[in-house]
Structure formats: structure tokens, C-alpha cells
């Protein structure tokens, strides 16, 4: 488990320190402070500086290039990198560091000159590929678990920071740096969709765990009885929304998931991740989208609970101070829970992010002290 991270030349953060990390992590801050980039450095050091993470991040982020030449309808979309280097400043000797304790390797990501490198074990994945390009992009692997230093060769990438999705694959067959390395969960727009989540419960039925969701989704639900995902091809090809129904005690018919509201869609997103996240961790952005104030106590503690059953760290982002007054009150009214949170005080003129553990957040939101 992650208790420090520390990040260099990484997006807006020439050098930045989280530390105090706990069970439970809540990241706060102005917009555009750096709160998702934190996330997605998690995420990065927790995959061993896996390039296909790099250029899925990318892709999320609507950061990507398209071959001018190519005038087909459905052209090749390429993952753009260079935003992740520090002041989007992108060429040979480019790099970003991100490192922790707790078992995690040390990851360099750096942009080489593949013509000018002396190393010609970066040149492996060029020489599998008709087109040649003069930089490539690698990753340095440094740990005290790891006998040795490790380089994985770089892949090709444009002048401009474009990679080809097929050369983040072929990055794929290469070691990564995580030791003992669990389940990475991320809770995105993407996993609201029905495909996302129909994969999610298929394994959730797979681990008996199905129970626990329709408890958690008792927050907003209490008579909530049952969760149903429907099968076929037209279902999940046509309907992303569509396909799950909900009973309820005291009848036998099922109902559309809809028909409830985004908050129940969220909820049960955040549910399935739970469930799917043992020994693992669980990345969400904006946890309280589409969730009333009233409840957010109750979401705390799904969170809380769930994540120390699971033995699962959680790393999440907000803008409400309603969110952050939830925390206060899992903090007063479960204190065992409590040692398990802290909240992170995201700052770009800062060094280091501003760390409160329970008591500290107890304090901030008795005295209504500005804490986002």
C-alpha cells in the first residue's frame, strides 16, 4: 500500500510529494490543481510503467493525433504523450520520474534518440517495424525488490508524441515493475456504460460477491432486493445504458436501472469496483457525481468498509464540500474507519500536498475551515 508518492516533470508537477497516504485517500484542490494527474500517476506506478496505461490515459483524456495523409472515415488515432512531460516540453531527453516505498519500483519514463543512443538494445522494437522513427519512448524500472536495474526497450513515437496503438501492445510482453501487483479498478464515464459493467458482474457472480453489491446499493434503495444483467447481442451492442433491471421486496417484477437516475448508476458502478478490487486499487474521479449530500456518510462508509474487507486502497477526487463533511462524519461516528482516511490537499505552488489525517478533518470542518 502506498504511503508517499512523490512526482517529477510529471504533467504540472515539476516536482510535488504526497505523503501520509492511507487505506482511504481523498484529493482536493482548485481545478485544473492536478487532482486527475495524481490518479493517473497511481495508476502508472501501480502498472510498472506499463506504456498501454500511458496510452489509454491518453486516450481518455482526448489526447491523440491522426495521420494527415490517412482521409478514410474511420482513421487510426494515435495516443499523444507529450502532454505528460512537464511543461508539455517533448523531444530527446524528455523525461518524467514517479516513485514510492512499500514495494514499488522507481519508474522512469524518458524519450531517447534512437539514432544517436548508444544503447543499441533500444533500437529491439524498431527493428520489428518497415517504418522507422528517430525517437522512441522507454522505461526504466528501479526497486529494492529487483536484482537489477531494468530497461525495457524503448517503442517508436513521432516528433509530435504520437505512439500506434499496435506499439503499445508489443510494450505489453515486457516485465513491469509492481511487486505482488493486485487489480487496478478506475471509475470513469466509460464504466457507467452497460458493456463495462456486465464484465464487472460476470466476475463479481464468479467470486460469490453479488450479495455485497445489493447491499451497498441499499444507500439509495433499502428495499432493493435483486441486480440483473440481460444477455444477447442486441442488448449490449445498441443499449450501453440498457439491459440491467432491479427488483425490489415484496414483488416479483424486475424494473429498468434507469428508471432510478444517474445516482443509482453510479452507485452501482462504484459497488461493482468495490467488489472487484480485493488486494488491489481503486482509482475514482469525482466520487460524488450524481450522489445527493444526505447520503454521502452512507458512501463513506461503503468505502471505508468495503476497502478494509477487500484490503483495497482507494484514491478519489471531489469538489464539494458536502463530500468532505461525509468524511467528517465517518470520521466522528466510526473511528476505527477514520484512522484509515486521510485527505490530500492538492497545490501546484506548493511542494508538497497539505496531508490532514481524521482528527485534523474533524477540526477543518468543525471551524469551517476551506479545505478544497
Same mark, same amino acid.
Given at each position: 500500500?502506498?504511503?508517499?508518492?512523490?512526482?517529477?516533470?510529471?504533467?504540472?508537477?515539476?516536482?510535488?510529494?504526497?505523503?501520509?497516504?492511507?487505506?482511504?485517500?481523498?484529493?482536493?484542490?482548485?481545478?485544473?490543481?492536478?487532482?486527475?494527474?495524481?490518479?493517473?500517476?497511481?495508476?502508472?506506478?501501480?502498472?510498472?510503467?506499463?506504456?498501454?496505461?500511458?496510452?489509454?490515459?491518453?486516450?481518455?483524456?482526448?489526447?491523440?493525433?491522426?495521420?494527415?495523409?490517412?482521409?478514410?472515415?474511420?482513421?487510426?488515432?494515435?495516443?499523444?504523450?507529450?502532454?505528460?512531460?512537464?511543461?508539455?516540453?517533448?523531444?530527446?531527453?524528455?523525461?518524467?520520474?514517479?516513485?514510492?516505498?512499500? #514495494?514499488?519500483?522507481?519508474?522512469?519514463?524518458?524519450?531517447?534518440?534512437?539514432?544517436?543512443?548508444?544503447?543499441?538494445?533500444?533500437?529491439?522494437?524498431?527493428?520489428?517495424?518497415?517504418?522507422?522513427?528517430?525517437? #522512441?519512448?522507454?522505461?526504466?524500472?528501479?526497486?529494492?525488490?529487483?536484482?537489477?536495474?531494468?530497461?525495457?526497450?524503448?517503442?517508436?513515437?513521432?516528433?509530435?508524441?504520437?505512439?500506434?496503438?499496435?506499439?503499445?501492445?508489443?510494450?505489453?510482453?515486457?516485465?513491469?515493475?509492481?511487486?505482488?501487483?493486485?487489480?487496478?479498478?478506475?471509475?470513469?464515464?466509460?464504466?457507467?456504460?452497460?458493456?463495462?459493467?456486465?464484465?464487472?458482474?460476470?466476475?463479481?457472480?464468479? !467470486?460469490?460477491? !453479488?450479495?455485497?453489491?445489493?447491499?451497498?446499493?441499499?444507500?439509495?434503495?433499502?428495499?432493493?432486493?435483486?441486480?440483473?444483467?440481460?444477455?444477447?447481442?442486441?442488448?449490449?451492442?445498441? !443499449?450501453?445504458?440498457?439491459?440491467?433491471?432491479?427488483?425490489?421486496?415484496?414483488?416479483?417484477?424486475?424494473?429498468?436501472?434507469?428508471?432510478?437516475?444517474?445516482?443509482?448508476?453510479?452507485?452501482?458502478?462504484?459497488?461493482?469496483?468495490?467488489?472487484?478490487?480485493?488486494?488491489?486499487?481503486?482509482?475514482?474521479?469525482?466520487?460524488?457525481? #450524481?450522489?445527493?449530500?444526505?447520503?454521502?456518510?452512507?458512501?463513506?462508509?461503503?468505502?471505508?468498509?468495503?476497502?478494509?474487507?477487500?484490503?483495497?486502497?482507494?484514491?478519489?477526487?471531489?469538489?464539494?464540500?458536502?463530500?468532505?463533511?461525509?468524511?467528517?462524519?465517518?470520521?466522528?461516528?466510526?473511528?476505527?474507519?477514520?484512522? !484509515?482516511?486521510?485527505?490530500?490537499?492538492?497545490?501546484?505552488?506548493?511542494?508538497?500536498?497539505?496531508?490532514?489525517?481524521?482528527?485534523?478533518?474533524?477540526?477543518?470542518?468543525?471551524?469551517?475551515?476551506?479545505?478544497?
Amino acid at each position: 500500500m502506498l504511503s508517499r508518492l512523490e512526482l517529477q516533470n510529471y504533467r504540472g508537477f515539476k516536482q510535488y510529494k504526497l505523503s501520509g497516504l492511507t487505506r482511504v485517500n481523498l484529493l482536493v484542490g482548485k481545478n485544473n490543481s492536478g487532482k486527475t494527474s495524481i490518479l493517473e500517476a497511481v495508476n502508472l506506478l501501480a502498472s510498472g510503467g506499463d506504456i498501454r496505461v500511458l496510452a489509454r490515459i491518453a486516450r481518455q483524456r482526448g489526447e491523440v493525433l491522426y495521420d494527415p495523409d490517412e482521409r478514410e472515415p474511420r482513421r487510426i488515432v494515435y495516443s499523444d504523450i507529450s502532454h505528460f512531460f512537464y511543461g508539455h516540453e517533448f523531444g530527446p531527453d524528455s523525461r518524467f520520474t514517479l516513485r514510492s516505498d512499500d #514495494g514499488y519500483a522507481k519508474i522512469d519514463v524518458y524519450i531517447v534518440s534512437v539514432v544517436d543512443s548508444p544503447d543499441e538494445g533500444q533500437k529491439l522494437l524498431f527493428d520489428e517495424v518497415s517504418s522507422r522513427s528517430s525517437l #522512441g519512448v522507454g522505461v526504466r524500472i528501479e526497486g529494492e525488490k529487483f536484482p537489477s536495474i531494468r530497461t525495457a526497450p524503448a517503442i517508436p513515437v513521432s516528433e509530435e508524441g504520437a505512439i500506434a496503438p499496435d506499439q503499445a501492445l508489443r510494450s505489453a510482453r515486457f516485465v513491469r515493475g509492481k511487486i505482488d501487483e493486485g487489480p487496478i479498478q478506475i471509475v470513469t464515464q466509460d464504466s457507467l456504460e452497460r458493456s463495462s459493467m456486465s464484465e464487472m458482474w460476470d466476475k463479481v457472480i464468479t !467470486e460469490g460477491k !453479488e450479495q455485497d453489491v445489493v447491499n451497498a446499493m441499499r444507500i439509495l434503495e433499502p428495499k432493493l432486493s435483486s441486480i440483473a444483467f440481460l444477455s444477447g447481442e442486441r442488448t449490449y451492442r445498441f !443499449e450501453p445504458r440498457g439491459g440491467i433491471l432491479v427488483g425490489f421486496e415484496g414483488t416479483q417484477r424486475r424494473y429498468p436501472l434507469g428508471s432510478y437516475g444517474e445516482g443509482m448508476r453510479r452507485l452501482l458502478a462504484l459497488s461493482l469496483s468495490l467488489a472487484r478490487s480485493q488486494n488491489g486499487i481503486l482509482l475514482i474521479d469525482e466520487i460524488d457525481t #450524481g450522489l445527493h449530500y444526505s447520503i454521502m456518510g452512507d458512501m463513506w462508509l461503503l468505502v471505508a468498509e468495503a476497502a478494509k474487507r477487500y484490503n483495497i486502497q482507494v484514491f478519489v477526487t471531489t469538489h464539494s464540500f458536502d463530500c468532505v463533511r461525509g468524511l467528517d462524519w465517518l470520521c466522528r461516528h466510526h473511528p476505527d474507519l477514520g484512522k !484509515e482516511v486521510s485527505l490530500q490537499k492538492i497545490e501546484h505552488d506548493l511542494d508538497d500536498a497539505v496531508s490532514l489525517d481524521a482528527e485534523q478533518i474533524k477540526i477543518a470542518v468543525e471551524q469551517d475551515i476551506e479545505v478544497r
